[in-house]
């Protein structure tokens, strides 16, 4: 092998090593949600979180934070649940209701982030055979009932579905939701920092 063959195959060898730390946060699934309650003002209610999987569905993992709203001290939880409103909520699909309301004074806006993580090897693009249904994270405003309130079903859904992108969808009257840009780890800028360190050295070895 010629020294240029061998020069081509080392830069090869390390575009791919930056090219491999590079996708891994541009494929995660994140969303800012707002929810405008300004037509509910003086009423209080249930911020409820729903996450289901059908018995075939891949186990993926609602990650809720950054929450902000007049939120009071009471909740109920049912299922995969964990974390806090304070610091970050997770919900998972794997048990039959995976369920999380928080009460809240309405009136204001309701905000929020969320993010869904799958095992890895599994992404919103690709499938398997041991997952071939989807999981629906579905948020509503109830009240002390459990009734609608307000809207006259859920006002934001995200059904994540093999070999698919995430679908979102909205009632316009009181929910927006947006994409947010991922920020890589710092591990990952310092994979990148050492992928591009490696390139520059073996062009400076050979010129």
């Known amino acids: ?25 541009a494929s995660a699934e994140s ?3 707002s929810i405008d ?10 911020l409820d ?26 909740s109920f939880a049912q299922g995969q649940v964990s974390g806090s409103l304070a ?16 009460w809240t004074r309405l009136g204001g806006t309701l905000s ?17 055979s041991s997952s071939v249904a989807g999981a629906t994270l579905s948020v509503a405003l109830l009240d002390a009932g459990l009734n609608y309130l307000g809207a006259s079903g859920d006002i934001a859904t995200f059904a994540l579905l093999p070999a698919a992108v995430t679908t979102v969808s909205t009632d316009a009257a009181y929910a927006t939701v947006s994409n947010i840009s991922p920020v890589p780890e710092p ?17 400076a070895r050979r010129v």
Do not use: C
Request: proline share 3%; charged share 10%.
């Open 31 to 33: 969303y800012h949600v």
């Open 37 to 46: 309650t300004s037509t509910l003002a003086g009423r209080e209610g249930y």
């Open 49 to 74: 979180f729903l996450f289901l999987g059908l018995a075939n569905a891949g186990p993926v993992q609602a990650k809720l934070s950054n929450f902000a709203g007049d939120f009071t001290s009471s």
């Open 1 to 25: 092998m010629s020294i240029l063959n061998k020069l081509s195959a080392r830069l090869l060898f390390a575009l791919m090593l930056v090219a491999d730390v590079v996708p891994a946060s």
């Open 112 to 128: 929020f982030d969320v993010s869904f993580s799958r095992p890895a090897g599994s992404s919103s693009s690709s499938s398997s």
């Open 87 to 102: 610091s970050q909520l997770t919900i998972g699909n794997g048990d039959a209701w995976n369920e999380f309301a928080q």
């Open 187 to 203: 591990a990952t800028y310092v994979m990148l920092a050492a992928g591009l360190l490696l390139i520059t050295g073996l062009i």
